[in-house]
C-alpha cells in the first residue's frame, strides 16, 4: 500500500517547508506548490489531499479549490487562512472545502483534520498506487 499523497500550497516557503518536514515524518508524501496555477498543474489523481491556503499570489484558493471539485469532485481539500471571514467559510465548505482551518494553526490539530480527510480519498477509484 502506498503512502497517501499530500499536495501543500501555500505562497510562503516557511510554511510549506515546515509542513512537508512534519508530514513526511507522519508517513505521508508530499508535493509541494507556491502558487494556485502551479497547484493546479500537480493536481493528478496521485494527490489524496489538498492543503490549501486562501491567499495566493496568482489565483485565489477559492479558485482553485472549485477547479479542483470540477476536475475530481470529492477530492478532499483543506483550505487554510489567515484572513478567514464567515463569508469565507461558507463559500469555501458550499465550494467543496473539506474544513477550513486558521492560521496559525496547531500541527497536531491539523493532522487530525487530515486523518479524518483521508480515507475517503484512500478508496477514491482513480487514485494511483
Not at 493536481?43 to 470540477?70: A, I, N
Not at 496547531?106 to 480527510?117: G, Y
Amino acid at each position: 500500500m502506498s503512502r497517501a499523497c499530500i499536495l501543500v500550497v501555500d505562497d510562503e516557503k516557511l510554511i510549506r517547508w515546515s509542513l512537508k518536514e512534519r508530514l513526511e515524518a507522519a508517513g505521508y508524501r508530499v508535493i509541494e506548490a507556491e502558487s494556485g496555477g502551479q497547484a493546479l498543474q500537480l493536481f493528478d489523481t496521485e494527490v489524496d489531499l489538498v492543503l490549501l491556503d486562501l491567499r495566493l499570489p496568482d489565483v485565489d484558493g477559492l479558485s482553485v479549490l472549485k477547479r479542483t471539485q470540477v476536475l475530481r469532485p470529492g477530492a478532499p481539500v483543506i483550505l487554510m487562512t489567515a484572513y478567514g471571514t464567515p463569508e469565507t467559510l461558507r463559500e469555501a465548505l458550499a465550494s467543496g472545502a473539506r474544513r477550513v482551518v486558521s492560521k496559525p494553526f496547531n500541527f497536531d490539530e491539523m493532522l487530525r483534520v487530515i486523518t479524518d480527510a483521508l480515507p475517503s480519498a484512500a478508496s477514491h477509484p482513480n487514485r494511483l498506487s
